[in-house]
């Protein structure tokens, strides 16, 4: 997996019951499918944004959380 590859969440509960991660940002990543693409890559962790017309939300993950679309 590379910056600008689009990417999607292999385990949607676990992103859903994700106790870190805020109620808007989870809407936004629903609104997605739970698919975004890669923005960064820092010590095997891979930064995906997910996008509305407002806002843009940027979660991590390690590379068996993801899989290429």
Do not use: C, S
């Amino acid at each position: 997996m590379k910056i600008n590859d689009e990417v999607k969440i292999k385990d949607n509960n676990k992103v859903k019951n994700d106790p870190h991660l805020e109620d808007r940002a989870l809407i936004i990543i629903a609104e997605n499918n739970y698919k975004g693409v890669i923005t960064k890559i820092v010590d095997g962790i891979h930064f995906v944004g997910f996008k509305n017309d407002l806002v843009w939300v940027t979660q991590g993950f390690k590379t068996n959380e993801i899989e290429v679309v």
